[in-house]
Structure formats: structure tokens, C-alpha cells
């Protein structure tokens, strides 16, 4: 039983620059949720697909942010124009069929933006 | 709005040794769920125990149990025979509609 994958684990960017985070669900989940960690604190909801529909988006993702999940599978996050304070732990998590299940944490992106 | 707090941002604990990790939450909801999530250093998140709120038995997992006061909205882990795996940091998360609501954490710490 593979967990949730992310890719890549570590990324540094320019501070204007363009970054994209794939997340890989377990398998047979069918939400996937986006949080974002920054140090010292507890994660932070963005976003949240059920199959590949968007079902919710938190006031914190502004328009620079994009998500999708174009067949239901993987994710992706996409930040334009980073900002320094985009720095920040960015954490997938997955779950199976039904509102209340256990969310099931990917190793995350850290991401640096100088 | 949901709120969760853990007002003990460090804890130490020697092996072998009990302790337990506070967390408070605010909430209107009255079936909701609970989680103690459990992050070491450069690792990635992993769920200790889940709590539903309907349920008046206080979950138990191993050397981990909570203490579940509904009407306190209280949701304590207690961690048993501590070893240094044990060491991490600790989040109380509350589910609101489908998205958790994490606390601040506590970082756990295990003498030998």
C-alpha cells in the first residue's frame, strides 16, 4: 500500500518565478486536500478536490495560486509570481470516499523563494 | 468559528515515562471528529488517533489514549511508556466540513 507521493521535496526559486507541486493520492482515494505549513505553525487548508472537481478554496489561495486534478488522480499546485512570503512547508493529503474520513498525509514541498 | 489550541508549544518527557499533551477546541457542531497527528523532524505527518465526537469511549491506540470531555471541549493525549521514536511535534486537528483545523503543536521531547 503506497502513501501519498510528492514531488519535488525541495524547491528553491527567484522571488517572480513560477513553480508547479505534483501531489499522487493513495490510490483508491478519491479527495485530495492541499494545506500549507509555515514554520512553527500548524498546517493551513488551501484547497480540496473531490474526484476532479474543486470543491472548496480557502480565502489564503490567492490568484497566483492554481490547483487542478484533471482525471481524478494526481494534483497539481501552481504558484506564479512567488513572493518571499510563499516560503512554506506545502502538504498534500488524500482520503477515501465519504466527508469524514482519515486524511492521510503526503512527505510534503518545501518550498524557498529568495 | 471552529478553533483549536494547544497552549503547551514544548513538553519533555523521559523514556519509559507518561505525558500528556493539552488541546482545547471551540465548535457549535455537535458530531464533529478529532485527530492527534504526529510530525517528526523532516518527516512527514501521521495520524495517532481519531476521536468522533458521538462516541462517549475514549479512543485508544497502543501506548496512546485520549481523554475526551465533550462538554469541556477538551481532547488530551496521553502517551504511555514514551520512547525517543516518540519525540515530534504534535497537532490537535479539528474536522470542519471536510477540512481539518490544525493547532499551533506541541514539540514533544524524550530523555533517556
Known amino acids: 500500500d503506497t502513501g501519498v507521493s510528492q514531488d519535488p521535496r525541495h524547491k528553491i526559486t527567484k522571488r517572480g518565478q513560477n513553480v508547479t507541486f505534483r501531489c499522487d493520492p493513495i490510490?483508491?482515494?478519491?479527495?485530495l486536500y492541499w494545506y500549507r505549513q509555515t514554520l512553527g505553525q500548524g498546517p493551513e487548508f488551501l484547497t480540496y478536490f473531490q474526484n476532479e472537481a474543486q470543491l472548496e478554496k480557502s480565502r489564503l489561495l490567492s490568484d497566483r495560486f492554481s490547483a487542478e486534478r484533471p482525471k481524478g488522480s494526481f494534483s497539481t499546485l501552481e504558484i506564479q509570481r512567488t513572493e518571499q512570503g510563499d516560503s512554506a512547508m506545502y502538504l498534500c493529503?488524500?482520503?477515501?470516499?465519504?466527508?469524514?474520513?482519515?486524511?492521510?498525509f503526503g512527505p510534503g514541498t518545501r518550498l524557498l523563494v529568495l | 468559528a471552529q478553533t483549536v489550541t494547544q497552549s503547551q508549544p514544548e513538553m519533555s518527557v523521559q523514556e519509559a515515562e507518561t505525558v500528556t499533551l493539552s488541546c482545547t477546541y471551540d465548535t457549535s457542531e455537535s458530531d464533529y471528529y478529532l485527530f492527534w497527528y504526529k510530525q517528526p523532524p523532516s518527516r512527514q505527518m501521521i495520524l495517532v488517533i481519531r476521536q468522533e465526537a458521538y462516541k462517549q469511549q475514549n479512543a485508544t491506540e497502543n501506548r496512546f489514549s485520549v481523554n475526551f470531555q465533550k462538554a469541556a471541549k477538551s481532547f488530551s493525549l496521553k502517551i504511555s511508556d514514551s520512547q525517543l521514536g516518540d519525540a515530534a511535534m504534535y497537532f490537535c486537528a479539528y474536522l470542519y466540513t471536510d477540512k481539518l483545523i490544525f493547532g499551533t503543536g506541541t514539540r514533544l521531547q524524550v530523555f533517556p
Open positions: 493529503a488524500s482520503s477515501s470516499r465519504g466527508p469524514r474520513e482519515t486524511q492521510y
Open positions: 490510490s483508491e482515494h478519491n479527495r
